[in-house]
Structures are given as structure tokens and as C-alpha cells.
């Protein structure tokens, strides 16, 4: 009989994690280091599972719609300064002046007062740590002056000083910079979703939370690109339900007047209602809604709760976490969903220098009078040489506005990537054009994904008793063990060669199994068990005479009788 597990859930499945290979604590020969985690065989098999269905989801479906590429996770500095990382990726922390203890002021505040401190400032949070003497959580000690951390992690490209680089807390700024060159590559096409999976990291505070905060990790990540004005009609039929299924929301409203339950809207009533900015972002929430359903959670274990402004990030108009259930910590985050409008693009363009704008096309040409920009380039090359080319290339990312106001100055001169040029080597004129159409920059929708949150919210939802007897009910799919082969008995070489032979074929096949002798046959069914195998196959004395086996599903340890050469087939569809 399944029994329910709650008080110590937790700890026994980071126990059975770290035995049977799951995942443990990096560097643990060492001490540990917080905040770094080891996948061992079992989880590693089960993370590529994921990224699979992830990919099956998100890129495969829609490979009308959607590409994936793979970028560095070292990128210069440059890159972050336009993303704004270096200036608003960061956390508030305060030291404790007594034993030198740092901490994460926000939380430390919502922790002692149960208030929401997110988002605020740090002298706002300076205040109510006085305010309200709160004290050094391990020493008692008295708490100084809040200050900001970033929490990108640094290091030098090369031997060279000054030439510096961070790691990537996101794989975003890689889709966005190679944005041009894919939409090119793709045929200009538009909407256009660009995926990565990939390593990134954050030199996190303190983590905590085990997998759930991690410093570095995978995220699998979508940033897909749409025409404001022409953003098209995704396609709700792809997904369960289509457009008039639900969504549980919990709206940043609702969260101001206290309510804590969210409330569900079918994906039309979102849209109409303005309740989510976007129909691609509300599309994208339902494919996240449907991918997480697929780790063995129901709707009622999930929902997507508005942030609210002092919450979001610095790129985002408007964000849904996804959060799931889960035994120890209660409601956690699996993904994120942003509207990051033409925040990145436009930034990109304005600091690379480069075009990173799209063609929409009129339905007719048009004439029109247009504001364009005149550069002398033999002023400029007589001027600064070798730094013309810079110059010239930021000025012809500015708009004639930009231009305008700068020559507005009364100096004779006008300051462009810290260059002093004539006023006369620029200048804007106005001439009437036909046009076909005009450059516009797309704007982003991002679900977001941790991957191993998602391992671990898997192994959680999936970890189950029946007395003393571990269940690892992990959906067959992202079971990192597919099938499991007895022979029921060792010393006949006839049943252990059938047996050998069947697991020979599930490896050719490309399924991941496991051939097990040791022991009772009931033991061999335990330890599947324990590691979440969904089917076991049993040869036995009647394999030698009918040429069948039988197959014993984890969950419910029905048992069915096949013939040998139905095996590949039968498992194969039922795990796929």
C-alpha cells in the first residue's frame, strides 16, 4: 500500500540520491562547497531525459517556428555592460561587524519579519535592519550597511590584463548577439525562436535549498523574436486543451491585496483580458504547463505567479514564475517567464554599433519624408584615422533623432565614442522616399528553464513508500533506466543466454537497461524499484519452451506474458 511520506521525505531522498548515484554534493572529498552539486550516472542519464523532452517540446514541435544554437559561456565584459548584468545583476548583503558573517539582506529580512523586502533598496533595507535591531544570525552580532553584490563571475580572457570576461548567468546574450545571423540563416523568418541548453553561474550569496539554488548549472532557455505591430497567431492547437484551456495565475494584483491561491483562466480570457501581455508569452506558458505535466506533476501541483515590479528583473516588462509543489520547501520555481520587449536588442545595437533591426514589408510601397543621417567620412578619416571606422559605425547605429540632439550643442564640435568630431562631418536632411517598408527590432518573449530543479522536482514528486520498500515512480520517459533483464535463475545456461541475448538487443537499441543476477528475484525487483526502472522482463523455464517472457510494470506490478521478439517493440513504445 502507498503511504505518504512528509516529515522526513527529504532527507531520505537526498540519501537514496547520493547511494544509488543520483546526485551529491561536489568536491565532498574536500568538505563540500555550497551551492555545487555532482550529477553521478543515474542523474546524468535522467538530465539528458529531460533536456530530450525539453527539446521535443519546445524545438521539435515547432521546427516551423523555433531553431537551437550553442554559444560560449565566457563572454567580455563588453557583453554584460550592454545587457545592463554588470550594472543591475545583483543581490543586497550586509556583513555582521562582530564575526564578519555576510548575508543576503532581503531574505535575512523576510526571514526575522515576515515582510516583503525583495526589490527594495539597500539604504530602504539599512533602515529596517536598525529600525528593528535585527541582529548576526550566527553570533548575535550587530549588522553594518547594506550593500549591492554582482553576482557575475569573473575572470581574464587571455594573459592580458584589463581584457576581462565573466561567465554567463544566463544563455540568453548568445541568441540575442547571434540573433542577426540566425534570422538570416533562417531565411528572415519571423516569429522566430532561438533555444540553447547550456551551462551558466552565479556566485549565488549563500545557497541553500540543496539543488534548488545552485551557483553553477543548466538552463534550458528560449528567447523568441516577434514583430510588435505583426506578432502572428501561434498555434494553440499544438498544445493540450488548445486555446480554451487553463492556466493557473496568480496575479501581481492579487498578490498586493493577499491572496495566496491562484485563480484559472483559460488561455483566451488571458489574452483578452490583458491578465498576460503577450499571446506568444501565454503560449509559451501553456507548452511549460504542458513539459512539466510530462515529470509526473498534475495541474493542481503547478501554477504561474506574476511578479511584481521591484521583483522583476531589469530586462522585463512583465514576469510569471512557474512554480511546482515540492515536499520540503513548498512552492518552488522551475521556470520563468519574461517579456523582455526590444530591451536586449536595442541595447545590443546601441553598444555594438550594428544593425540588429529586421525588414517589415508594406503591402504597397509608400511615399514618405524621411529623416536620414550624412556622414562625411573623409572629415571623420582626416580627423581621427585608425578610430574613424569606430565612430562612423556609432553613428550610424543612432537614429537622425539622436543625431539631431547632439548637434543641437553650441560647440563646434559634438563628442562620439569619447572622439571629438566637426559638427560639419555630420549632419541630417530630410527627403522624400518611396518606401517598401521600414526596420523595426522584434520583441522577446523567454521561458526559462533550470534543469536540475527539474531533475530534482522529479525525483521528489516520484519518491514514494510501500512500507519499507522504496518506489521510485519516475515517469517512463525521463526514467534514466528504462528496462531491467532477470534470468530468473543463474545456474541454467539456456534461460541466462535468453536473457543475455534480450539485453544485448535493448543496448543495440539504444535503451538504456540493466542486467541484474544477484540475488532473489524479489530483490532484483526492489533494487528497479528503488531507482525508478519501469519494466522489468523475467526469463524464466517456459522462455526455453514458448519463446515468451514476462514484463512487470513498477507501479501497479501487473505482469504480462509476451513473445521474445515483441520485447523491443512493446518497451519501446511504452517508455517513448
Known amino acids: 500500500m502507498k503511504t505518504e511520506i512528509k516529515e522526513d521525505k527529504y532527507e531520505e531522498l537526498m540519501e537514496l540520491a547520493k547511494r544509488r548515484g543520483f546526485f551529491w554534493q561536489s568536491f565532498e572529498i574536500y568538505g563540500g562547497v555550497s551551492g555545487f552539486y555532482d550529477l553521478g550516472p543515474l542523474g546524468t542519464l535522467m538530465k539528458r531525459n529531460i533536456i530530450d523532452l525539453w527539446l521535443k517540446y519546445f524545438v521539435l514541435r515547432h521546427m516551423d517556428l523555433a531553431t537551437i544554437v550553442e554559444t560560449p559561456v565566457i563572454n567580455p565584459a563588453k557583453v554584460f555592460e550592454a545587457s545592463g548584468h554588470l550594472e543591475s545583476f545583483t543581490d543586497p548583503i550586509v556583513r555582521c561587524d562582530k564575526c564578519g558573517g555576510i548575508f543576503r539582506a532581503d531574505k535575512l529580512i523576510e526571514e526575522k519579519l515576515k515582510i516583503r523586502a525583495e526589490g527594495k533598496k539597500p539604504e530602504e533595507l539599512t533602515q529596517i535592519i536598525k529600525g528593528n535591531n535585527l541582529r548576526c544570525p550566527s553570533c548575535g552580532g550587530p549588522l553594518g550597511e547594506v550593500r549591492t553584490f554582482n553576482l557575475l563571475f569573473k575572470t581574464t580572457i587571455g594573459?592580458?590584463?584589463?581584457?576581462?570576461?565573466?561567465?554567463?548567468?544566463?544563455?540568453?546574450?548568445?541568441?540575442?548577439?547571434?540573433?542577426?545571423?540566425?534570422?538570416?540563416?533562417?531565411?528572415?523568418?519571423l516569429p522566430l525562436g532561438i533555444a540553447q541548453i547550456g551551462r551558466v553561474a552565479r556566485n549565488e550569496i549563500s545557497p541553500r535549498q540543496g539543488m534548488i539554488r545552485l551557483r553553477e548549472f543548466t538552463i534550458a532557455e528560449m528567447e523568441f523574436f516577434f514583430d510588435p505591430e505583426k506578432p502572428g497567431q501561434p498555434p494553440f492547437e499544438r498544445i493540450s486543451g488548445g486555446i480554451k484551456s487553463k492556466l493557473n495565475i496568480l496575479r501581481a494584483e492579487d498578490r498586493l491585496k493577499g491572496v495566496e491561491k491562484p485563480s484559472q483562466y483559460t488561455i483566451e480570457e488571458a489574452i483578452e483580458e490583458g491578465i498576460v501581455v503577450s499571446p506568444w508569452m501565454a503560449y509559451w506558458m501553456a507548452v511549460s504547463r504542458d513539459f512539466v505535466k510530462e515529470l509526473g506533476l498534475s495541474e493542481e501541483e503547478t501554477f504561474f505567479e506574476e511578479k511584481l515590479p521591484e521583483e522583476r528583473a531589469h530586462y522585463a516588462t512583465q514576469t510569471f514564475d512557474q512554480l511546482v509543489k515540492v515536499s520540503r520547501w513548498g512552492w518552488v520555481e522551475v521556470s520563468g517567464h519574461a517579456y523582455r520587449g526590444d530591451y536586449d536588442l536595442s541595447r545590443h545595437q546601441k553598444y555594438s554599433g550594428q544593425d540588429l533591426t529586421v525588414f517589415r514589408r508594406y503591402e504597397k510601397p509608400i511615399k514618405k519624408k524621411l529623416k536620414k543621417v550624412r556622414i562625411n567620412k573623409a572629415i571623420i578619416g582626416r580627423e581621427l584615422g585608425s578610430d574613424a571606422v569606430k565612430v562612423i559605425s556609432a553613428l550610424r547605429a543612432m537614429s537622425p533623432e539622436e543625431v539631431e540632439k547632439l548637434l543641437e550643442t553650441p560647440e563646434e564640435f559634438i563628442e562620439i565614442e569619447g572622439h571629438r568630431i566637426p559638427k560639419d562631418a555630420v549632419k541630417v536632411v530630410v527627403q522624400e522616399e518611396v518606401v517598401h517598408g521600414e526596420k523595426v527590432i522584434p520583441h522577446v518573449v523567454e521561458p526559462s528553464f533550470g534543469v536540475e530543479?527539474?531533475?530534482?522536482?522529479?525525483?521528489?514528486?516520484?519518491?514514494?513508500?510501500?512500507?519499507?520498500?522504496?518506489?521510485?515512480?519516475?515517469?517512463?520517459?525521463?526514467?534514466?533506466?528504462?528496462?531491467?533483464?532477470?534470468?530468473?535463475?543463474?545456474?541454467?545456461?539456456?534461460?541466462?543466454?535468453?536473457?543475455?541475448?534480450?539485453?544485448?538487443?535493448?543496448?543495440?537499441?539504444?535503451?538504456?537497461?540493466?542486467?541484474?543476477t544477484s540475488g532473489a528475484i524479489g530483490r532484483r525487483y526492489y533494487r528497479a524499484d528503488e531507482i525508478g526502472v519501469p519494466y522489468a522482463i523475467t526469463v524464466d523455464h517456459k522462455s526455453k519452451e514458448d519463446h515468451t517472457v514476462t514484463i512487470r510494470y513498477r507501479d501497479t506490478r501487473e505482469q504480462v506474458r509476451i513473445p521474445i521478439g515483441d520485447v523491443i517493440p512493446w518497451i519501446t513504445e511504452k517508455v517513448r
Open 159 to 189: 594573459p592580458y590584463e584589463g581584457n576581462t570576461g565573466y561567465l554567463r548567468p544566463e544563455t540568453a546574450q548568445g541568441m540575442f548577439i547571434s540573433f542577426k545571423r540566425v534570422h538570416t540563416v533562417m531565411r528572415n523568418r
Open 453 to 516: 530543479r527539474l531533475v530534482f522536482v522529479a525525483l521528489d514528486k516520484a519518491y514514494t513508500k510501500e512500507g519499507d520498500r522504496v518506489v521510485l515512480r519516475l515517469p517512463p520517459k525521463i526514467a534514466p533506466i528504462k528496462v531491467a533483464v532477470f534470468p530468473l535463475v543463474t545456474n541454467d545456461e539456456e534461460i541466462v543466454r535468453i536473457a543475455r541475448e534480450i539485453y544485448e538487443r535493448f543496448l543495440e537499441a539504444g535503451i538504456a537497461a540493466l542486467y541484474d
